[in-house]
């Protein structure tokens, strides 16, 4: 299968290409020239399979054109050694626990995927001397750190917000040494993502260093998102509750949310869909106004969520180009709710009296959009839990007075020795050290 940009201005290449080059070269994010949509006998077979046999069968309506399905259904074997399980909240509200996989977040299915795929194409160009550019808000620092911990002629860059991670998160990416570099940027995330984006886009920088990123703007980390969508109507179709389904899914970069859609076009039956969103609500304006202002992030307690110029807004306006009217053809299909601190921290608190489930902020906005949304007679809610609330224990722990037991995997990224590098966010800077490092 072909990949095409989104800025429409460079010829389409090939997965392996799109992998390995991350961004198109005008900018745009790729796309595949085709989603194919599954017949609705196989969607209605779905609850007969493992999460293992949903997640090959998504995979290879993306990936078996490029890669031999023997290996990519090895690829994906190796990527899923965990599930993601529904869990009920409150009446016909579900948590999608995505936090159960190495690094405690949802991010480790597309991380892990992408390592792989991403390993497997290097192999097969014999490059070596390959690096990886990643800009975190906290989680997909940690899952791509760790995907990619060991692996021959790759080497990481993290980039993440000095002092805008949590403590336990900031630990999964600056303890492990190894190939992993983290560069502790004195800005914001978009200060980190634009440093990527940059660094692609310098031609001098570019004959010197073999560059690709492993944020979501990559098709092989927000793709394999989707499988997790199918997963969760697998398991509520078993229980007779996936009839007519409404996904809240916390927004940040947009990629989780975009892999949703694309779940969707494929045939999944989601009825509707909830980007939930922080203070950084610039998704939830345009939905308002048509219009879209990019601005400076601001700090939350949700703080992977803190993005003020989502990249994978870009896809999402893509998916809906042929439609006459495409901000109303988006409205129809997703709602936005905005959450401040003190809200977050009361959906926690009222959450947490009442059914004795412990969200973590990100999980809270996705959760509290459901019942701000109002479902109907006959909907079932499916709120995405994205992060284990233990690596937000100093902000958990203060909201609801608890004190939440670390896990042992946790733990033992906590012993580590902290090794960063400081860097400021002017691009000279960062080039000049990726040029020296």
């Known amino acids: 299968m072909k990949y095409y940009s989104t800025n429409g201005r460079v010829s389409v290449v090939s997965l392996e290409e799109a992998v390995v080059k991350g961004l198109a070269g005008d900018k745009g994010l790729f796309m595949p020239e085709q989603i194919k949509r599954l017949d609705s006998k196989v969607i209605d077979g779905l609850k007969d399979k493992s999460f293992h046999g949903i997640a090959c069968l998504v995979a290879r309506s993306f990936f078996s054109e490029d890669v031999e399905l023997e290996i990519l259904d090895e690829l ?75 692996v021959p002629g790759i080497r990481v860059f993290v980039l993440y ?8 998160q900031e630990c999964q990416f600056t303890t492990l040494g190894q190939n992993i570099v983290a560069l502790e940027i004195d800005g914001t995330f978009d200060d980190c993502q634009a440093l990527v984006k940059n660094a692609f886009m310098d031609e001098s920088l570019n004959k010197h260093l073999t560059l690709t990123s492993a944020n979501s703007i990559n098709v092989a980390r927000f ?12 398991q509520l179709d078993r229980q007779g509750k996936a009839g007519e389904l409404v996904v809240s899914v ?36 345009y939905l308002k106004t048509g219009e879209y202002h990019s601005r400076s992030s601001v700090s939350t307690i949700a703080n992977a969520m803190d993005v003020g110029d989502p990249s994978n807004f870009a896809r999402i306006l893509d998916l809906y180009k042929k439609a006459g009217n495409v901000h109303q053809a988006i409205c129809n299909d997703i709602s936005g709710y905005r959450y401040m601190d003190e809200e977050i921290a009361e959906t926690m608190r009222k959450t947490y009296r009442e059914t004795g489930y412990v969200l973590d902020p990100h999980g809270a906005c996705g959760f509290q959009a459901l019942l701000d949304y109002g479902l109907k007679e006959g909907e079932t809610g499916v ?55």
């Open 76 to 150: 994906v074997k190796d990527t899923l050694s965990f599930d993601t399980p529904v869990v009920p909240v409150s009446e016909n509200c579900f948590s999608l626990e995505l936090f159960h996989g190495p690094t405690l977040a949802f991010k480790d299915v597309g991380g892990r995927f992408m390592a792989r795929l991403l390993g497997y194409f290097i192999r097969k160009r014999g490059l070596n001397d390959v690096n990886v550019l990643v800009a975190t808000s906290g989680d997909t620092g940690s899952a791509v750190a760790n995907g990619f911990l060991g």
């Open 161 to 168: 917000p000095k002092g805008k991670v949590s403590p336990i």
């Open 223 to 234: 793709l394999p998102q989707s499988f997790y969508y199918f997963n969760a109507y697998a």
């Open 250 to 285: 916390p927004s940040g970069n947009f990629g989780n949310i975009t892999a949703g859609l694309f779940a969707a076009r494929m045939g999944l039956p989601v009825k509707h869909f909830i980007a939930a969103n922080n203070r950084n609500d610039v998704f939830l304006e």
């Open 383 to 437: 709120f995405l839990e994205t992060a284990y609330p233990a690596k937000f224990k100093e902000t958990v722990d203060r909201i609801l007075n608890t004190d939440i037991v670390i896990p042992l995997k946790l733990q033992a990224f906590m012993k580590g020795v902290k090794q960063s590098v400081e860097l400021g966010k002017d691009f000279q800077g960062f080039k000049q050290f990726l040029l020296t490092y």
